[in-house]
């Protein structure tokens, strides 16, 4: 009886959780279209089961595309660790592309461009604030939001210029030791980044 | 301990009796009274046995509060990270959709659990639905694989779909979650696996007693390209223009598995909060059971000392009434 004492302590322990959750499910919102021919599909093949949901079923659906060209740009800046920017009405973007820094205004053509290295500088009336992007991926819809996910984005005055040009000095000297192809094109990425760094303090 | 216990009782007890009674029947029926196959048979559950039993509930008590407050601290620090994340898979749904009913040949189900357990039914949720999406995508020419992250639900799915594991990883949260990390893990799976579309299957942190089963899917560039041809929900893909790379299928290529790695980071943070949320309730509920339990122990433990002592009196009473009389 003794050492059954834990097991039946926890046995219910997870019932009585398990109840709880139950409780809470319903106040997710309404299923969209594309989730309710998964949702058949699943009650038919697993009726007892409550299906899982989909990510939709957590986000706010985006605006639709005006027939008018709106004023603003609506920018969003996401990071694995924070959305720095979320839902910010702004006169233009610019991004910094692979083929080169791209202006984006309201109205523009929808586009994905992947990034690379470089700052981002976001217009607003007067006021122009400048971020270092690690590189990553941007958006721009057909309404008019522009969605930025990079893995790192820092403004541009909290960065050393002393460490950048140590770095920059550091990876040099890597790519010119480098004997793998490995080891070339991680020196080779760093030479880029900290050459992009620099550029962006001087320029 | 148990001896001192016992001549605390025995004085206890003999102190009101002590003069025209002889000592040795009572300390016999002492003795007696604490061996649990004893010749009074049923009438004394002895308690010394309830007494141990009363000392070990009390501890699991103390371990399982413990262990909700460890669980509730490692939840504060990581529920802030989970919800800073929220924002990262947002722009991949509003430009790709969600098509969690796609029909591709080739599935992978990734199913993210814990390592550890005594955190309620999380992870069995998480292998039933991977059972379930296994099962909904079986079909002829059709196959199913499994990669399976932490070790319960490892144990779970190793009992009947063996030769469906593709991959699994363990032992993930040994240094705190971290976007790097994930980044190699997602490109270790994306070498090792041939897919089509990618389900990850997670309980997403809702509340702290509110887990919600979820799963998201990720499209390989060539299903992308197949649904923007056949149009629905990816239909408007083909209006954007693509910057950067020199095909489009290098940049959707690219897309695909930061879409994966992203979705992955949060996936993970969201699972582990659901586990630390899991573990403090499924504790709680432990600390309130082991309490009512000693309640009742309790209760028992009076009533059998005193049973005890009232038929020590008996005995008593009876012996001195037969000698007198």
């Not at chain 2, 296994?134 to 009947?160: F, M, S, W």
Request: aromatic share 4%; glycine share 6%.
């Amino acid at each position: 009886m003794l050492r059954h004492g834990p097991r039946f302590l926890l046995s219910r322990a997870s019932a009585a959780s398990m109840g709880w959750r139950r409780q809470f499910a319903t106040d997710l919102p309404a299923e969209t279209a594309g989730d309710s021919k998964f949702v058949e599909a699943w009650k038919k093949v697993i009726p007892n089961i409550d299906p899982p949901k989909t990510p939709s079923a957590y986000m706010a659906p985006r605006p639709p595309t005006p027939s008018t060209i709106p004023s603003k740009l609506t920018v969003n800046l996401v990071l694995p660790y924070s959305s720095i920017l979320s839902g910010k009405e702004v006169d233009m973007v610019i991004v910094p592309a692979t083929t080169g820094h791209m202006g984006v205004l309201p109205g523009h053509v929808a586009t994905i461009a992947e990034l690379k290295p470089g700052i981002l500088s976001v217009h607003e009336g007067n006021d122009v604030s400048k971020y270092f992007l690690s590189g990553g991926f941007a958006f721009v819809h057909a309404n008019s939001v522009a969605d930025i996910i990079a893995i790192e984005a820092t403004p541009v005055d909290q960065i050393d210029p002393n460490l950048v040009q140590k770095g920059l000095a550091e990876f040099q000297q890597k790519l010119n030791s480098a004997s793998t192809d490995v080891e070339k094109a991680e020196a080779q990425i760093g030479v880029d980044v900290h050459s992009a760094l620099n550029a962006a303090l001087t320029g | 301990m148990a001896m001192a216990a016992l001549r605390r009782e025995g004085r206890r007890m003999a102190a009101p009796l002590i003069t025209p009674h002889p000592i040795n029947p009572l300390r016999s029926s002492l003795a007696s009274s604490d061996r649990e196959h004893t010749l009074l048979g049923v009438r004394s559950i002895s308690t010394q046995v309830v007494r141990n039993r009363m000392k070990s509930v009390r501890n699991i008590q103390k371990i399982t509060k413990a262990m909700k407050m460890v669980a509730a601290s490692k939840l504060r620090a990581i529920q802030t990270k989970a919800e800073n994340s929220r924002g990262l898979w947002q722009p991949f749904t509003a430009l790709l959709g969600d098509t969690p009913s796609v029909d591709v040949k080739k599935n992978v189900i990734v199913t993210i659990s814990s390592d550890k357990g005594l955190c309620g039914g999380i992870n069995s949720t998480s292998v039933k639905i991977s059972r379930g999406l296994h099962k909904l995508n079986a079909g002829p020419e059709k196959e199913c694989k499994y990669v399976i992250l932490g070790e319960k639900a490892k144990a779970q799915l190793v009992r009947d779909s063996k030769k469906d594991i593709e991959l699994a990883f363990t032992e993930l949260q040994k240094n705190p979650l971290n976007y790097t990390q994930v980044a190699v893990l997602a490109d270790d799976i994306l070498k090792n696996v041939e897919y089509d579309a990618l389900r990850i299957v997670f309980n997403k942190f809702q509340s702290v007693v509110a887990f919600v089963p979820t799963t998201s899917t990720v499209l390989s560039p060539e299903v992308v390209e197949r649904e923007a041809e056949a149009g629905g929900k990816l239909g408007e893909l083909d209006s954007y223009e693509i910057e950067g790379g020199e095909t489009k299928s290098e940049v959707l290529q690219n897309l695909t598995e930061f879409q994966f790695s992203c979705v992955m980071f949060n996936a993970m943070l969201e699972n582990a909060c659901s586990e630390q949320g899991a573990r403090m309730s499924a504790m709680d509920s432990s600390s309130r059971n082991a309490g009512d339990m000693l309640d009742r122990l309790t209760l028992t433990y009076n009533r059998t000392r005193q049973a005890s002592i009232t038929t020590e009196l008996i005995e008593i009473i009876s012996g001195a009434s037969a000698l007198e009389g």
